[in-house]
């Protein structure tokens, strides 16, 4: 297993990326690297801001695919200077969190 950077502002082109499709464009991304057994380091130098709409639909859609601790141990984040940035990112990975351990919660209370 290799660890792998992603640079978003490379997969984007864009140092602003607010649109669904630009996390599903990052979510592709990330999926290639795991497909190959790769750890990632996501680097979001150059980003200057973004939406949860992006973050929901790439790094947090990953909560529910493979679950929270295995996203820790497979994924780190990098380059992030802008506050605004860290916030939304931290706000969408505790939702997708939170939801997850409900669905998780849901399942063991029906076995």
């Known amino acids: 297993m ?3 950077t992603i ?3 490379d997969v984007l082109n864009n140092e602003n990326p ?17 497909d190959s057994n790769n750890k ?4 979001f130098s150059n980003i ?8 929901n639909n790439s ?7 493979i679950g929270i601790k295995e996203l820790s141990n497979r994924l780190s984040i990098t380059g992030l200077t802008d506050d605004n940035v860290k916030n939304t990112i931290n ?3 505790s939702l997708a969190e ?7 919660n849901e399942i063991t209370s029906q076995d």
């Open 18 to 34: 607010i649109t669904e499709e630009d996390g599903k464009k990052l979510y592709n991304a990330i999926k290639k690297e795991f």
């Open 7 to 9: 640079l978003v502002y």
């Open 48 to 55: 200057f801001s973004l939406t949860t709409a992006v973050v």
């Open 91 to 93: 706000l969408s990975l």
């Open 59 to 65: 790094i947090s859609a990953f909560v529910s695919d």
């Open 2 to 4: 290799s660890i792998k």
């Open 40 to 43: 990632v380091i996501v680097d």
């Open 98 to 104: 939170s939801i997850y351990s409900a669905k998780q």
